[in-house]
């Protein structure tokens, strides 16, 4: 049941460079909802996070007083039904719903696992990726088109899904040395336009911040 209360409380098990993790912080800012963070270390989860994602024992999980919520789109719509008014982030058609919900899928299928032999991987399997990334991502800007955000006029659903992964375009520049503005100079200038959104631009982390994690990371796994 839709509903706005005083006593509502949220909290976010997190783990800040998740582009999945930052779409439910942009959903959340968009509503003007206040909510607690809760950093996970997923080398170390919490009982808290094996207790509240039992199956996947991922972040992020939203807890809505109590009620844990699985699956970054799903969080996601489940907030735009909870708190209900403006802005909506979903369409209220049936059919409109559907799309939105078709490139939210085409996304969660293709930009992390593609993007990831872009900034692991190396020679072959690298080039490989890259050819693939910016594939996915000439795809996802044909389906923008001349619009100014996947949602048309203002930020949607789709635009939440994706734009979170625009903070990882540097990661992704630097270590498989291209230019994703070269590529597609107007899905780069639709992620700027997202960024004059402060509930967007508060949610991400800066690029470099996520390069250095990155480069952290690859340290640690040795894949460097
Ligand atoms: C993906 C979340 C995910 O990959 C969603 O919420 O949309 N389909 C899910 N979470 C990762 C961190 S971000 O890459 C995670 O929690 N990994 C821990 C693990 O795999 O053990």
């Not at 930052?22 to 207790?51: F, H, N, P, T, W």
């Not at 199956?55 to 939203?62: A, L």
């Not at 085409?106 to 399997?125: F, L, P």
Request: glycine letters at 6%.
């Amino acid at each position: 049941m839709a509903h706005h209360q005083e006593q509502d409380n949220v909290v976010l098990l997190d783990f800040w460079p998740s582009s999945y993790a930052m779409r439910v912080k942009i959903a959340l800012a968009v509503k003007g909802l206040a909510y607690e963070c809760k950093q996970e270390d997923l080398q170390a989860k919490s009982s808290m996070l094996l207790e509240k994602n039992p199956v996947h024992k991922m972040i992020p999980v939203m807890i809505h007083n109590g009620n844990p919520i699985c699956e970054s789109l799903n969080i996601v719509q489940y907030i735009d039904e909870t708190w209900n008014h403006e802005p909506l982030l979903l369409p209220s058609d049936p059919y409109q719903r559907s799309q939105v919900r078709f490139w939210g899928d085409y996304i969660d299928n293709n930009v992390y696992r593609i993007g990831k032999k872009v900034w692991t991987m190396k020679g072959k399997e690298q080039e490989e990726g890259k050819k693939e990334f910016i594939e996915c991502l000439k795809r996802l800007e044909g389906q923008l088109g001349e619009k100014a955000y996947f949602g048309g006029e203002k930020l949607g659903y789709v635009d939440v899904a994706l734009v979170p992964f625009t903070s990882w375009f540097y990661t992704y520049e630097t270590f498989g040395n291209l230019s994703i503005e070269g590529e597609c100079p107007k899905l780069v200038a639709w992620a700027k336009r997202c960024m004059e959104s402060q509930s967007v631009a508060k949610s991400l982390p800066h690029p470099h911040k996520v390069h250095e994690f990155a480069i952290q990371f690859k340290k640690r796994n040795a894949l460097e």
